[in-house]
């Protein structure tokens, strides 16, 4: 249950997109289209932004978005908002009934 | 509204025991998963524990497996988490999660805010 490989800054200007990797293997990221986002402000728990690699759930807006290439799962974020700047985690089933997070990644909005 | 409210966190020594609740509303309970995830400070997500939505099967990380059990009763909509043989790598703010329709433990759309785990001597 090793954890999946994310940068743990990126930036952007209000306004610009920035994406987020989140790397795992293909025991998890590249076996499942179980691929999920959360978003954390500080103090806060985590809130779900993506789900099953691509798909968002009612009320978040659609400036989020996912995507997965092999082993690597990422988050795009279009149209930089001040509140977009928060940390950002990734999971993925990892099969044998357990599920792994990647290590997180702070964004900023510059 | 759905919600989830966690209550048990609290400080411990090394080698001791808690048990964590978490109370759901708003929602069918007994119908999804439920599970704990925990963050230690100024560290990342680490999921913990995962229970269907009728209870009988579990699933644990590595690193609890047979110390912590997870449980749930849904006459009373409440989760709970047994932690036995504490260790002071499991101090960490522990969080219910409420997973998606369909799935069991790979999303979660509801968070609870989360209860504090000290575990020191």
């Known amino acids: 249950q090793s954890a999946l490989t994310q940068p743990p800054s990126a930036s952007g200007s209000p306004g610009q997109s920035v994406t987020i990797s989140c790397t795992g293997t293909?025991?998890?990221?590249?076996?499942?289209?179980?691929v999920s986002w959360y978003q954390q402000h500080p103090g806060k728990a985590p809130k779900l932004m993506i789900y099953?690699?691509?798909n968002r759930p009612s009320g978040v807006p659609d400036r989020f978005s996912g995507s997965k290439s092999g082993n690597t799962a990422s988050l795009t974020v279009s149209g930089l908002q001040a509140e977009d700047e928060a940390d950002y985690y990734c999971?993925?089933?990892?099969?044998?009934?357990?599920?792994?997070f990647g290590g997180g990644t702070k964004l900023t909005v510059l | 509204e759905v919600q989830l409210l966690e209550s048990g966190g609290g400080s411990v020594q090394p080698g001791g025991s808690l048990r964590l609740s978490c109370a759901a509303s708003?929602?069918?309970?007994?119908?999804?998963?439920m599970s704990w995830v925990r963050q230690a400070p100024g560290k990342g997500l680490e999921w913990v524990s995962t229970?269907?939505?009728?209870?009988?099967?579990?699933y644990y990380a590595d690193s609890v497996k047979g110390r912590f059990t997870i449980s749930r009763d849904n006459s009373r909509d409440t989760l709970y988490l047994q932690m036995n043989s504490l260790r002071a790598e499991d101090t960490a703010v522990y969080y219910c999660?409420?997973?998606?329709?369909?799935?069991?433990?790979?999303?979660?759309?509801?968070w609870g805010q989360g209860t504090m785990v000290t575990v020191s001597s």
């Open positions: 999660a409420k997973g998606i329709v369909g799935a069991i433990l790979h999303t979660f759309d509801i």
């Open positions: 708003g929602f069918t309970f007994t119908s999804y998963a």
């Open positions: 229970i269907t939505g009728g209870g009988g099967s579990t």
């Open positions: 293909s025991s998890d990221v590249g076996g499942y289209n179980y």
């Open positions: 099953e690699v691509n």
């Open positions: 999971s993925s089933y990892a099969g044998r009934d357990t599920l792994v």
